[in-house]
Nanobody, 116 residues
Framework: QPQLVESGGGLVQPGGSLRLSCGASGITLAYYAIGWFRQGSGKERERVAC??????SYADSVKGRFTISRDNAKNTVYLQMNSLKPEDTAIYYCATGCNNQTARDWGQGTQVTVSS
């Protein structure tokens, strides 16, 4: 079965940066649209970034701060997060597909906490 695993989360101060990784086994990520999603405590899950081939799209709340990228040789997708804000605190997930309802192969999530 395809399996995606997120890593790279942690505690960071406001204004800081983190890079999340989405590694995969049993699936070649280059063949799929890959989405990054997040869910804060008590909040709905939302898509923050989407990678389809060479194209990328972002939620308005993270535009200019987050960058999604791929390293196909490593079968890994990244989410570079800069200028982090407390409202970015959430569990971050990657999945195949970019629609919150139809994406599949969800990873286990990695916690990002932005706090001073």
């Amino acid at each position: 079965q395809p399996q995606l695993v997120e890593s790279g989360g942690g505690l960071v101060q406001p204004g800081g940066s983190l890079r999340l990784s989405c590694g995969a086994s049993g699936i070649t990520l280059a063949y799929y649209a890959i989405g990054w999603f997040r869910q804060g405590s008590g909040k709905e899950r939302e898509r923050v970034a989407c990678s389809v081939g060479l194209a990328a799209s972002y939620a308005d709340s993270v535009k200019g701060r987050f960058t999604i990228s791929r390293d196909n040789a490593k079968n890994t997708v990244y989410l570079q997060m800069n200028s982090l804000k407390p409202e970015d605190t959430a569990i971050y997930y990657c999945a195949t597909g970019c629609n919150n309802q139809t994406a599949r192969d969800w990873g286990q999530g990695t916690q990002v906490t932005v706090s001073s």
